[in-house]
């Protein structure tokens, strides 16, 4: 039965109500030029649901599936296996709460598994606490960035030439409203980061430097002489990690000095699934618990004794006046949080480490058969899965002629970096435990017959 929840004369009595004689009025706002004269040609008036289920069907065959073709694509959003247990315990009856649990006595099942996602995050990126997820990776990084602003009393952030400029974009934009200055350059097609340049850069108007770990490029640097440099001038040190896996095998950005740890926990647990949504990650040291944003699930007793989980130390704009409050983003990823937190589980600490080496390995095999082709050069001395290539021609055109014949084969520096013209040959290329050895041939006899 169709339902028509608004008749004319429906129509009729709210625009009165709100002053206006007909439903153009609502646009009177908007500039002539930038109103459409009439429907979409393109788009068809009427369609039953049946018909456009088929449309959109045969629209979604044109894209590249990635279970379907070899995939090469990272920067920030990576393939990796994710076990059939993971969808069916986040299923279960005590998750299927309400989306915010507030109500602790109906909400033990989704605090607890925070809870513990607290704890997995905290010891993966070696910090002492971290909160309940915040939005994604980016948003995560800015809202460190603010933090350390509070902290510091200072308002001028350094940002590596390695930090995913999508997350620099982010940070740009936010910046734009809060004064914040955020200095930041184009990375080099070279094996050494600019960590140098970083420390040098430090002075005593200096809130927070920014690093990822590894970097766009895939490099990986100490960050222990970075955060001895800041800490040196009262400023803090900021680590973003983009691929956790990768916490398996190399050191945690906490364990070198890191005062603040964001990231992106899509690599575990959560599929691709079209751009989102993901889950951020955020940690820190103790000492700023109370200075860090988002939500923060705590473990307390009730009247009778029993252990139970509440929310806790509540400093976001919904609980306290906003001025005072560590966040204005009123939302954390709970679902992709707890699938995070069911994959690490079933993982644990050596599969975590086993999962890790086996990225390494095949990324290594990928790296030294790519370097060999004719014109290729292996930008990295370091990396984990995921490295930067120089081909001898442009690469984004080599990404589309790839992906033509079926192939997802990396992530161009010019896509990243548009206008960047010491960067439009870079090709960056992931490799996880779902490549194939049929997909490592392809990637290789794709790269070789347009590197002739």
């Given at each position: ?444 006899a794709g790269l070789k017959e347009v590197c002739k």
């Amino acid at each position: 039965m169709r339902y028509l929840p608004l008749s004319e004369a429906d129509r009729g009595e709210m625009l009165q109500a709100v002053g206006a004689s007909a439903i153009d009025d609502l646009f009177c706002d908007v500039p002539a030029d930038a109103l459409l004269a009439g429907p979409i040609a393109e788009l068809p008036a009427h369609a039953s649901e049946l018909a456009v289920e088929r449309q959109l069907t045969a629209l979604s065959r044109k894209n590249l599936a990635a279970g379907e073709v070899p995939f090469f694509l990272g920067c920030g959003a990576y393939k990796h296996h994710i076990p059939a247990s993971v969808d069916h315990i986040i299923q279960r009856g005590e998750f299927l709460t309400a989306y915010t649990p507030y109500q602790p006595e109906i909400a033990q099942g989704t605090l607890q598994v925070l809870f513990e996602f607290q704890t997995q995050v905290a010891r993966l990126l070696g910090c002492e606490v971290a909160n309940a997820s915040m939005y994604d990776g980016s948003t995560a990084c800015w809202e460190a960035i603010v933090m350390a602003r509070r902290i510091t009393r200072r308002t001028k952030a350094i940002l590596s030439s390695g930090l995913h400029p999508h997350y620099v974009s982010v940070a740009n934009t936010m910046a734009k409203f809060t004064g914040d200055v955020l200095n930041t350059s184009l990375p080099e097609l070279n094996a050494a980061t600019d960590a140098d340049k970083l420390i040098a850069a430090i002075d005593g108007e200096t809130s927070a430097v920014v690093v990822q770990y590894p970097d766009i490029l895939g490099r990986i640097t100490d960050l222990t002489p970075i955060a001895e440099a800041a800490h040196a001038n009262g400023a803090l040190l900021i680590a973003v990690v983009t691929e956790p896996v990768a916490l398996g095998l190399i050191r945690s950005p906490g364990e070198m000095g890191a005062d603040i740890v964001v990231g992106e926990g899509q690599s575990i647990g959560v599929g691709l699934q079209f751009g989102g949504p993901y889950v951020g990650l955020f940690a820190t040291r103790e000492k700023y618990v109370r200075q860090m944003p988002g939500r923060l699930a705590g473990e307390t007793v009730d009247a009778e004794g029993k252990r139970g989980f509440v929310l806790t130390l509540s400093t976001r704009e919904q609980h306290i006046r906003r001025e005072k409050a560590t966040s204005n983003i009123c939302t954390n990823s709970g679902l992709c949080a707890l699938a995070f937190s069911v994959h690490m589980s079933l993982l644990g600490e050596k599969g975590l480490r086993q999962l890790a080496q086996l990225n390494h390995a095949r990324a290594c095999e990928v790296a030294d058969r790519l370097a060999a082709i004719p014109g290729v050069r292996l930008v990295n001395d370091s990396f984990f899965n995921e490295f930067t290539i120089e081909l001898p021609v442009e690469a984004r055109p080599v990404v589309r002629h790839l992906a033509d014949n079926g192939i997802l084969g990396g992530v161009s520096l010019g896509r990243l970096y548009p206008g960047a013209d010491a960067l439009q040959n870079g090709l960056v290329i992931a490799v996880t435990e779902t490549a194939t050895d049929e997909d490592i041939d392809a990637l290789e006899a794709g790269l070789k017959e347009v590197c002739k």
